[in-house]
């Protein structure tokens, strides 16, 4: 017979979280997914329920074998975090899950490797808009985004190409926005848009987002 331990739980989770909260520092390319909600998880910060925690964990094991495989690619940059910085902006640090791999099928330059685990069964455009902008600051024509999907056990790359005009248009809007996050940290005042009502219905801000609200005129270049 089997007695379940509630505190013994209790000290993993605190594990776990320990393991994931960390002091953000600096604006990140990941802040720029919903911009809205990751301006108030910084200037309101909460720790994640067990549920999000454990979110966490099922995509790590996921990202983690990911990024084993190319250890082995003697060009590789495995989550490898860049600052970059253009003068005037404010600077933005770039963490592809793998950057820079030289393959006989992208003979033209560089590949960015951008990984998403998910229980669903469709590509997100936040995951496309991610691979656009790690693509367009790293001056990088060609980008994969690579989806697995975990419970149906299936794998999907989805190859992108760029040219170098769009790219410097999603450069411009990557360090525009910035600006607008930094502007935001320092003033305690988000003008970004709504974010999705899936990414609302759970949010932790959602009642000190809608006394907030007002409508922005702010457009992002996909």
């Not at 590949?111 to 656009?132: C, D, P, Y």
């Not at 005009?165 to 320092?186: C, P, R, T």
């Not at 003033?187 to 974010?195: L, V």
Request: net charge positive.
């Amino acid at each position: 017979m089997f007695i379940r331990s509630e505190d013994l739980k209790r000290q993993l989770i605190d594990l776990y979280r320990r393991l994931i909260v960390k002091e953000r520092v600096g604006i990140h390319m990941s802040d720029l997914d919903f911009p809205r909600k990751s301006l108030y998880d910084r200037l309101y910060p909460i720790e994640p329920d067990e549920a999000s925690i454990l979110r966490w964990v099922r995509g790590e094991s996921a990202h983690s074998f990911f990024r084993n495989i190319f250890k082995n690619f003697p060009n590789a940059r495995i989550e490898e975090t860049k600052r970059f910085e253009v003068l005037g902006h404010a600077p933005v640090s770039s963490t592809p899950d793998v950057a820079l791999v030289k393959m006989e099928s992208f003979p033209i330059g560089d590949v960015i490797f951008e990984f998403k685990s998910t229980i669903g069964n469709q590509v997100a455009e936040h995951w496309v808009r991610r691979l656009h902008r790690y693509m367009a600051v790293n001056e990088t024509q060609y980008g994969v985004l690579v989806v697995h999907y975990l419970l149906r056990n299936k794998l999907d790359c989805f190859p992108v190409e760029l040219p170098v005009k769009k790219l410097a248009e999603i450069k411009d809007s990557v360090f525009h926005m910035a600006d607008l996050f930094e502007k935001g940290l320092s003033t305690g005042i988000n003008i970004f848009p709504k974010c999705p009502d899936w990414i609302c219905r759970d949010c932790t801000h959602k009642v000190r987002c809608m006394q907030d609200f007002t409508i922005p005129s702010i457009k992002e270049v996909l």
